[in-house]
């Protein structure tokens, strides 16, 4: 303890130094601006999960589109296109739109818009038994870093089902 400045009167005065003032203020400083930091961090993460899951959610619906359609490989003739045995060959699919999420705003407006690209890729996986690959992959970029996230969702595919 350091000794306390006395009165004229003999009698002692309690109170803070500037220095003891100053530490407390940066160490305040220090706690705020963690606390700060940990908010902006969460709120980033947050954004992050909602476009993630939005993402997920196109590819998925791509790949289950994919799926959908009609493959009866043992038909006869073979045929190729909407209506007919064989509606999903083996072949590339692009498809660009805006990604679900909330925003605000008109959601076609290139302001608050968030663009995705959906590529869907079926290939022949084997012929005895024939097997088919659906592979949708979601293209976005995360606006925070600009770093391009791609979510992919791959199903196997028999005919008939």
């Known amino acids: 303890m350091r000794p306390r400045a006395k009165h004229l009167s003999g009698e002692r ?5 500037l220095g003891e003032v100053l530490v407390a203020i940066f160490i305040l400083s220090l706690v705020f601006s963690g606390l700060i930091y940990g908010y902006v961090q969460a709120n ?5 999960t909602s476009m993630s899951l939005a993402a997920q959610s196109y590819a998925s619906q ?7 359609a009609d493959w009866r490989p043992r038909d006869w ?4 296109g909407p209506g007919t045995m064989d ?21 076609s407006s290139s302001d608050f818009s968030f663009w995705v690209t959906n ?4 290939t022949k996986y084997s012929d005895n038994p024939p097997l088919r690959q659906i592979r949708s992959d979601c293209c976005w970029f995360f606006p925070l870093t600009g ?14 089902q």
């Open 87 to 107: 509606e999903l060959p083996p072949t590339n699919y692009t498809k660009v739109d805006i990604l679900d999420i909330p925003i605000r705003g008109d959601p």
């Open 77 to 80: 003739p073979p045929t190729n």
């Open 147 to 160: 770093q391009l996230q791609t979510n992919t969702v791959i199903l196997m595919r028999g005919p008939d």
């Open 62 to 68: 791509g790949a289950e589109q994919a799926r959908a």
């Open 13 to 17: 005065e309690a109170g803070f130094a």
């Open 119 to 122: 590529n869907i890729t079926v």
């Open 44 to 48: 980033r993460m947050a954004e992050w």
